[in-house]
């Protein structure tokens, strides 16, 4: 089978899509923890995808509601061995995307009008048919609204609430395919914040949000995929730059320590590598492996935990793998904080405060 993970919670769970080798679009949503991989089935059709897990092991993504490649599919919750439609906004598709610890649920669905421009056979641009962020709380699905374009889409939700994504601008200019700009965007106690674009991109998108409310951005132009990953912190984006010989970034995940994990590639795309962001220095998550590891390379990451788990896929022993990568016990200044997570590994400093306030 092929298995793909897209995420971890802090108690090491991990959760994906895999599907038989014979056909790779029949994939299901799984639950992975301590060796054992779980199926998560779907709501009646072939395909599911597991995108984000809390601590309490719930799960959300997306699930089809009858067999055949262009059937429905829709945003679920998998909670206590149950699979529970969330429904949409009035159309026929949506997906969640992530869920906190409260159980507050975000995706995107497409509303009422999407329909509409399908039944009549209109589809006025390359991009998507009308889609809004959500909402899902207690059984309700709200509508979080856009920039005053068609499609707006939420990537996370801290245990604050505070929700990120992206919000098409409208009157704020096209790329080459007519889509409206992309602006990352936040929900914050039901206010829209909009928090810009990247100077030379067209498309910018707020993946997630950590505790300190440092927002993890993507930017990138219109039907490139090649992307460069910023931090918004303190009202302004900072590029996180690259690893040596690479110049794209795509950042997965940032944790509470502020550390970023993510997937960097060179010009040509050809070539990708993990990596590694804290304090201020971007390193190849391959890098920091033992020499008879048997992983080749550790290519694409799909999140990071607050233990500092970093979870993805990559090469081992000349096949595809999965890993979880979990970092070293060792404690040198014996603090009590692992070397992994301290701030200052040779220096007992077990409440990791930053006494020159320099910011590491």
């Known amino acids: 089978s092929n298995t793909f993970p897209t995420g971890l919670n802090d108690a090491g769970q991990v959760i994906g899509y895999s599907s038989a080798a014979a056909d790779s679009r029949l994939a299901h949503a799984f639950l992975w923890q301590d060796g054992r991989i779980t199926d998560l089935g779907t709501l009646g059709g ?11 092991g719930q799960v959300v993504g997306w699930a089809t509601l009858m067999p055949g490649f262009a059937a429905s599919r829709h945003a679920v919750l998998w909670s206590n061995g149950q699979i529970i439609d969330l429904g949409t906004l009035g159309g026929s598709n949506s997906e969640a995307r992530a869920i906190n610890n409260s159980g507050q649920i975000v995706g995107w669905a497409e509303t009422a009008e999407a329909d509409a421009l399908r039944a009549s056979g209109g589809f006025p641009r390359e991009g998507c048919l009308p889609r809004h962020a959500f909402l899902w709380e207690n059984g309700v699905m709200t509508d979080l609204g856009t920039l005053g374009g068609p499609c707006s889409e939420a990537w996370s939700i801290s245990d604050t609430g505070v929700v990120t994504g992206y919000a098409e601008a409208a009157g704020q200019g096209q790329d080459l395919f007519g889509n409206p700009f992309r602006h990352a965007v936040l929900w914050r106690a039901g206010e829209l914040m909009d928090l810009g674009r990247a100077d030379g991109f067209e498309h910018a998108e707020a993946l997630a949000v950590n505790a300190r409310g440092e927002v993890l951005v993507t930017a990138h132009a219109g039907g490139d995929v090649r992307q460069r990953a910023f931090v918004w912190r303190d009202g302004a984006l900072m590029d996180l730059g690259s690893v040596p010989g690479f110049r794209y970034t795509f950042a997965a995940g940032i944790n509470n320590l502020g550390w970023i994990a993510g997937s960097t590639s060179t010009d040509d795309s050809i070539e990708n590598a993990g990596f590694l962001y804290r304090g201020g220095r971007m390193v190849r998550l391959d890098s920091l492996l033992p020499s008879d590891s ?10 990071i935990n607050n233990a500092g788990q970093v979870a993805g896929t990559g090469m081992l022993n000349g096949a595809v793998r999965a890993f979880l990568m979990t970092p070293s016990a060792a404690d040198r200044d014996t603090d009590g904080v692992v070397d992994a997570l301290d701030n200052c590994p040779s220096v007992a400093n077990p409440d990791q405060a930053v006494s020159d306030a320099d910011g590491t």
């Open 46 to 56: 072939d395909e599911s995808s597991a995108e984000d897990v809390n601590d309490s």
């Open 294 to 303: 048997g992983w080749a390379e550790l290519s694409f990451v799909v999140g």
